[in-house]
């Protein structure tokens, strides 16, 4: 049940299997399974706004201990964890994850319906940030030529420096 964590557009972080170093991140798979009727497979794609992918981080950020007693994120662990877990050594990618993304993480988006979540948001919105600093920052040489590729990392580009979230990720989902 281990899934492979790809970094979209960017060869200089490994492909990794987070799941054979941490289970806790399989059994949040699980717990998922059984909470939602689906494994999670598309939770940086379709459902990455939805309330399960919301549950499904904060069940893996609480089992990893990177949440606070009030569902704050503990920027030092979660910064190190990814670290360790990604296995990223380039400097610009972990400056901008460890000055960025535990500042990102406050922001919230509702469902298009309610605007409202019934899980905590921090930890996808951490991650969503995480993996657009690797591709936002991957040294030229190592950034995989193709449209979608190309796309996607001009479009992080045009979002470059803007602290909130939300303003982030609705301006790319309206382009």
């Not at 281990?2 to 941490?22: E, H, K, Q």
């Amino acid at each position: 049940m281990n899934r492979l964590i790809d970094v979209r557009c960017c060869n200089a972080t490994p492909s990794i299997d987070i799941g054979a170093n941490y289970p806790q991140i399989d059994q949040c798979f699980k717990d998922m399974k059984a909470k939602f009727g689906h494994t999670g497979l598309y939770l940086f794609d379709h459902y990455v706004f939805s309330n399960e992918s919301a549950w499904q981080g904060e069940c893996i950020f609480k089992k990893l201990n990177l949440l606070d007693t009030k569902g704050k994120i503990n920027a030092a662990a979660a910064t190190d964890f990814v670290k360790k877990a990604w296995k990223i050594t380039e400097k610009n990618i972990l400056s901008n994850i460890t000055t960025k993304c535990p500042n990102i993480t406050n922001g919230a988006l509702g469902d298009e319906k309610n605007q409202t979540y019934a899980y905590n948001r921090a930890p996808m919105n951490f991650i969503i940030c995480v993996y657009d600093s690797i591709n936002l920052f991957c040294p030229k040489d190592n950034i995989i030529q193709g449209k979608v590729c190309t796309y996607h990392v001009k479009l992080l580009k045009s979002f470059r420096g803007q602290k909130s979230v939300t303003t982030r990720l609705n301006k790319r989902t309206s382009n």
